[in-house]
């Protein structure tokens, strides 16, 4: 009875979607504490004789996708929570595209076994844009086991240490997606240059020059400021 509320619970919950700008295999990495590098589709093999291996989901476990269809390079993604023996709540990134932007982590989000032996070889995944499980039946190798599964609090911290430099892409302001409560990298604008880029005062002394060139030629072959300007251009050092 239990699961099966948990199981409403969670198809009447949104996607927590947080527009990082991050592939798959950083962001499993740093949830689950298994230390394979490389592409998401050479995990299943990376891990043989490292990590243990099998077809039954565990929480803290990595879920390995082959690559399929347009999903050439594969994908991982880190299981959260058990709801029952078909369904299970996991986080990724770089799944849905989401005003029109890939790199999205989606937290706590649905994958469903759907294959006919329960073996988890067959899974569809939420699919934020739809607010709905995706269509798709994706081919799964299985899942990869953590020598030790990572606390809460470790994977938030290995998250966090992620995150901490990377610059945020913006969305549209009509995009529903939150965006990360952690602390963003204040990002300085540029100043505007002007102009040619010269400073204040060299284009108050362009405006001086020019009148007197006015004053000394009413009826100018160019225009005055441009004259001006080339002169005190050609003046400057070389950079």
Request: glycine share 8%; with cysteine.
């Amino acid at each position: 009875m239990k699961a099966a509320f948990l199981t409403l619970l969670l198809l009447a919950s949104p996607a927590f979607a947080l527009n990082e700008g991050l592939q798959c295999v950083p962001y499993a990495r740093a949830l689950s504490g298994v230390t394979i590098y490389g592409d998401a589709h050479s995990w299943w093999g990376q891990a043989e004789g490292k990590y243990a291996r099998g077809n039954t989901p565990e929480v803290g476990a990595v879920l390995a996708f082959p690559p399929h269809g347009n999903m050439r390079l594969g994908h991982v993604a880190a299981v959260r929570r058990i709801v029952d023996d078909r369904t299970i709540v996991i986080s990724h990134a770089n799944w849905s595209t989401i005003g029109g932007v890939r790199g999205h982590i989606e937290e706590d989000v649905r994958a469903v076994d759907v294959s006919e032996a329960n073996d988890w070889s067959r899974v569809r995944v939420w699919y934020t844009p739809n607010e709905a499980l995706g269509s798709t039946e994706w081919p799964v190798h299985g899942f990869i086991y953590p020598k030790q599964r990572r606390s809460d609090s470790e994977a938030r911290k290995a998250v966090a240490l992620l995150l901490k430099d990377r610059v945020i892409p913006a969305l549209p302001a009509a995009t529903p997606v939150r965006l990360a409560e952690a602390t963003k990298p204040v990002i300085k604008s540029a100043l505007v240059k002007t102009g040619f880029g010269l400073s204040g005062d060299l284009l108050k002394d362009i405006d001086r020059k020019a009148a007197k060139e006015t004053q000394a030629s009413p009826t100018p072959t160019k225009p005055v400021r441009l004259a001006s300007v080339e002169k005190l251009i050609a003046r400057l050092p070389k950079s």
